[in-house]
């Protein structure tokens, strides 16, 4: 079963690089909207290095997004709004 699937997808794949038209499923996804990183690092008591090493994230990405060079993109603003919502259920799922 799985082997004529991958031959039915690769064969798709081939239809797509000759410029054929194919069907495919789309999934959308909708982000969050910006996140202000600071308002929750602050509201956490946090410092940039803290926050960081916390929740994964490199101390220069939240300065870079603090200060405005950068904006949070996709699973990032994802897991910010998480982190916003309920910082320990990021935690406990990063300690499990």
Excluded at 50 to 75: D, V
Excluded at 84 to 95: F, G, I
């Amino acid at each position: 079963m799985s082997g004529s699937k991958i031959l039915a997808g690769m064969r798709e794949a081939v239809s797509y690089a000759r410029g054929e038209t194919v069907d495919v499923r789309e999934t959308v996804i909708k982000t969050p909207a910006e996140v202000d990183v600071k308002a929750i690092r602050e509201r956490l008591g946090l410092s940039q290095q803290a926050f960081a090493a916390q929740f994964g994230f490199s101390a220069a990405t939240i300065r870079n997004w603090e200060q405005g060079h950068r904006h949070p993109e996709g699973p990032a603003r994802v897991l910010l709004k998480v982190i916003e919502k309920d910082p320990n259920a990021v935690l406990r799922a990063l300690s499990a």
